[in-house]
């Protein structure tokens, strides 16, 4: 069992940053890929980004490439979004997911689920 918890969202300007990060517990964190997810209102859950076990291999939604980066510290059980250039779009709540599998976009593939956290960017 894994149990998750997202901090860091808030209120942003547009062009602005924000870090979030997502702290499990249990001493196996390093054998979950962990990915980040995002729902606005009144759509559905988007794939943002994905990190491998080892915190070697990544994957970033197109929306989000060049601008979002996600990185993890095995040693820390957390994983993290950094957030620059945010624009009004980005506004949702962020949701981070920890899987065996190694699914990356596919969030049928992520076993746990945080309760998320409300990121909004203002214009």
């Known amino acids: 069992q894994v149990q998750l918890v997202e901090s860091g969202g808030g209120l942003v300007q547009a062009g602005g940053s924000l870090r979030l990060s997502c702290a499990a517990s249990?001493?196996?964190?390093?054998?979950?890929?962990m990915g980040w997810f995002r729902q606005a209102p009144g759509k559905e859950r988007e794939f943002v980004a994905a990190?491998?076990?080892?915190?070697?291999?990544?994957y970033s939604a197109n929306s989000v490439k060049g601008r979002f980066t996600i990185s993890r510290d095995n040693a820390k059980n957390t994983v993290y979004l950094q957030m620059n250039s945010l624009k009004p779009e980005d506004t949702a709540v962020y949701y981070c997911?920890?899987?065996?599998?190694?699914?990356?976009?596919?969030?049928?593939?992520?076993?746990?689920w945080g309760q998320g956290t409300q990121v909004t960017v203002s214009s």
């Open positions: 990190i491998s076990w080892s915190g070697g291999t990544t």
């Open positions: 249990g001493r196996t964190f390093s054998s979950y890929a």
């Open positions: 997911a920890a899987g065996i599998l190694w699914g990356a976009t596919n969030a049928r593939t992520y076993d746990y």
